[in-house]
């Protein structure tokens, strides 16, 4: 995976009875226009390859700053990935939603699966900031592929759920 310059491989599949998907009018002037068309879809599908590898620094535990090796001896660390950062509603751990449908809305062509290629057309705008707190992104944030990168950057966790609270893309 390295060597074909990925960070992060994930899958994940949505099920919902009743689901629907309302694609993006992404060459309208609202994309995101309430009356737009919906389709009933029950599951769909995220693959995604994702080259955004970061640097993580600072990371602690309530109790832990950092990691704290004994002379001469060994400790374990525990590192896990969160992939349920893409539906957060902010670059943050406190105050937050975890919505789907945006994402959701951005299967462009009712194939049931949301593609990379598909969140690059769909512009940043169709998030609503009165849910949504951008102002925790940085500020080339354009589309919903921007906002994936920088919600896949927070992805590593430190001894279960300790943040780590800088993050450097690669």
């Not at 074909?4 to 009018?25: D, E, F, R, W």
């Not at 309430?34 to 879809?41: A, D, F, H, I, K």
């Not at 590898?53 to 374990?76: F, I």
Request: glycine fraction near 8%; charge should be negative.
């Amino acid at each position: 995976m390295v060597d074909n310059g990925l960070a992060v491989s994930t899958v994940m599949i949505l099920t919902q009875t009743g689901g629907q998907v309302c694609p993006y009018l992404v060459n309208e002037e609202n994309p995101a226009d309430p009356t737009r068309p919906c389709t009933t879809m029950e599951e769909i599908r995220f693959e995604w390859q994702l080259p955004y590898g970061s640097t993580a620094d600072g990371c602690q535990t309530p109790t832990q700053v950092g990691l704290n090796v004994p002379k001469g001896g060994t400790t374990q660390v525990k590192l896990t990935i969160h992939a349920d950062h893409h539906f957060f509603t902010a670059l943050r751990h406190t105050d937050i939603m975890r919505l789907a449908q945006p994402l959701i809305d951005a299967d462009l062509n009712l194939d049931g699966e949301v593609t990379l290629d598909e969140l690059e057309q769909v512009p940043i705008t169709v998030l609503d900031t009165s849910v949504y707190d951008l102002s925790t992104f940085p500020s080339d944030l354009e589309t919903l592929g921007d906002y994936i990168r920088w919600t896949t950057i927070t992805f590593p966790h430190y001894q279960g759920d300790g943040g780590c609270p800088i993050r450097t893309p690669l």
